[in-house]
């Protein structure tokens, strides 16, 4: 079975091809091709490669997102990346939706229905679900009536109890649709999965908590492989600092800005989502790798300082959600750091578990520092928590959705 997948974001588009066969592997299986198309104004960067060993990195003026996406795709077919004869060897497409709304949470074939509860939700997430939208009408044009599903990042959280769901608003707020959703739910679930899988632990006897440590940053309780609870809520911009998300700030703060400043409602969201986090508090960059290297750096005082306090602020703020989410599990079996910060920064790795070792936390200096493409375990031999570092693999939890539903669907309609 040929699966594509698209991982639609505001200002970049990721593409996957997986072949599985009539069984799923264990271990998450590279792409046979995959594409990567990111946007600014009307420049346009292509990052494209397939598994034969070609690669291509292009830059090209575009007249629109439908026109980039479109010309990516068609990689797959055409030119010396091809990797297929004919789109129409593409079995089933996969989307990451970030946002399911109050109704959706399961993956689901794409009709009418799913896409108008998309659009119905978009003012929860506007630059993803439209993104998202936009690419399902891209592949109904190029592809036909390929069946394509959506894949929901706050489906996981939906198990998450009222208490820990609910705003503590009036309860109209609930029944309007206003509670908490959480996000990056396809690859905290496939993280928990994984932790299960390494540790060869029982999927009904594990507390953990797993770090999404990207751009954007959450945590997630997990109990018996079900979300308990999550750091991010209504919509991706609480809980964590983030690159340049605020995470969560006193409301206060907020009315304060609106009578006070003045500030309009479209002013106030480009403060909080795009010029907080660790670009507001250090003046230099969302990027942890210059947020590291700044804060090495003592030739320019002030912008080290800056720098020391964004990386202090982040730290701190981790390991404040990492005891309550061990709080709220009632102790804790696994850490979990996945995503760009949480595989590759071995330096924010230890500044967070540094004062966790009352919770069982103790890394194993050595392979804590061993940069690796690999899951793995770099806790000390004697810590009672394991410490995992796991390859975020959102692509592949979408393939495998897409699998399950195809292989379903075939078996009923015979």
């Avoid at 060897?89 to 896409?115: C, L, Q, S, T, W």
């Avoid at 010029?275 to 250090?282: D, F, M, Q, V, W």
Wanted: hydrophobic share 40%; glycine share 8%.
């Amino acid at each position: 079975m040929k699966v594509l997948v698209l991982n639609s974001g505001s200002s970049s588009q990721k593409s996957c091809l997986y072949e599985i066969g009539v069984t799923l592997p264990d271990d998450p299986p590279d792409c046979v091709w995959e594409g990567k198309v990111e946007w600014e104004g009307d420049r346009t960067e292509y990052s494209i490669k397939n598994n034969r060993g070609g690669a291509v990195r292009d830059l090209a003026a575009v007249a629109s997102r439908e026109e980039a996406i479109e010309r990516l795709l068609q990689t797959l077919w055409r030119g010396k990346l091809q990797t297929i004869s004919l789109p129409s060897e593409i079995d089933v497409v996969g989307h990451r939706v970030v946002h399911g709304g109050p109704h959706h949470f399961e993956p689901a074939f794409v009709n009418a229905e799913v896409k108008s509860a998309i659009e119905n939700v978009s003012v929860f997430a506007p630059l993803h679900n439209r993104a998202e939208l936009q690419g399902m009408e891209i592949v109904a044009k190029m592809l036909g009536p390929v069946p394509q599903v959506a894949v929901f990042d706050t489906g996981f959280h939906r198990t998450m109890p009222l208490a820990a769901a609910t705003y503590p608003g009036p309860y109209e707020w609930f029944e309007q649709g206003i509670r908490r959703y959480g996000f990056h739910g396809i690859n905290h679930q496939y993280c928990a999965q994984r932790a299960v899988q390494l540790l060869r632990a029982h999927p009904d006897s594990s507390r953990i908590v797993s770090c999404h440590l990207g751009n954007g940053c959450s945590l997630a309780a997990i109990r018996d492989g079900r979300s308990v609870d999550t750091t991010m809520g209504f919509t991706p911009l609480e809980g964590l600092m983030m690159g340049t998300r605020s995470g969560s700030v006193d409301p206060g703060i907020l009315t304060y800005l609106l009578r006070q400043k003045q500030l309009s409602a479209k002013q106030l969201d480009d403060l909080l989502n795009r010029k907080s986090g660790l670009l507001g508090i250090s003046g230099i960059s969302s990027d942890m790798r210059e947020i590291l290297a700044a804060s090495r750096n003592g030739s320019e005082p002030e912008k080290q300082s800056r720098a020391r306090l964004a990386l202090e602020m982040y730290v701190h703020r981790l390991q404040s959600g990492i005891g309550a989410m061990s709080a709220v599990l009632g102790g804790l079996d696994v850490l979990i750091f996945t995503a760009g910060v949480g595989e590759n920064s071995p330096e924010v790795r230890a500044a967070v578990c540094d004062k966790l070792a009352f919770l069982g936390i103790r890394l194993d200096e050595t392979k804590n520092a061993q940069m690796l493409d690999e899951d793995r375990d770099i806790a000390a031999p004697d810590a009672t928590v394991r410490v995992l570092v796991i390859r975020a693999q959102e692509d592949w939890m979408i393939a495998r959705e897409c699998w399950h539903l195809t292989r379903m669907r075939s078996t009923v309609s015979s």
